[in-house]
């Protein structure tokens, strides 16, 4: 079964502080994990994926298959990245496809000024 | 726009009564997949299709839900003898299915709000 637990529901942070939102999750196969942003308003949209290890917005996520995790960081906090971020994972196994995406349960970040 | 649509946005019905969504999604995806999503909680896989193939269904779609793609362009959930337990919001998501067999980046649309009374 596949299973993606965000353990913060809010966080708050003031501008220019560092971030670090927490997802963990639990899988037997090959995972691959995602983050995904809702701005206020706005659709769900995809922030980064683990497999392109790249950093947008200034947000970079590491996968430690040790530690079953794949926490989000941001050095410095923007104002703008006020929303709401789910961490997501997408699982292979017995050589079927990727396909479903199993979604946290979500975290409100803050950003003050 | 060339995003995912979804139409409508919003409904209000009465408990009982039958609803049906649609979702247009990005023109060259193959993939497509239907979420649910209730108040404080993440998104929740319901099904999904590769072309007109259903190729899974969640243990949540009832025998009351049913998803079709006929053409294998745009889709429709319908909901029958519609339940307050079924108020949340219906997201559909595309996607174009990797040829490595890597993982495929789902792009969502702004879903439908149910609200039944």
Redesign the interface.
Known sequence: AQR?TQPE?LLSVFKGAPVELKCNYSYSGSP?L?W?VQYSRQ????LL?H?SRESIKGFTADLNKGETSFHLKKPFAQEEDSAMY?C?L?G?AGGT??????????TILTVHP | DT?VSQDPRHKITKRGQNVTFRCDPISEHN?L?W?RQTL??????LT?FQNEAQ??K?RLLSDRFSAERPKGSFSTLEIQRTEQGDSAMY?C?SSL??VA???????????TRLTVL
Request: glycine share 18%; hydrophobic share 25%; proline share 6%.
């Open positions: 993606v529901k691959e995602f995904y659709r769900l949209q995809l994926r497999i789910y997501a997408s292979r496809s990727y396909g479903k995406l199993t979604f946290g349960q979500g | 995003g993939r997949y979420y404080g909680q993440g998104p929740e896989f999904y190729l899974e969640s997201l998501a299915q990797q067999g890597g993982p495929d980046t789902q792009y969502f649309g702004p879903g």
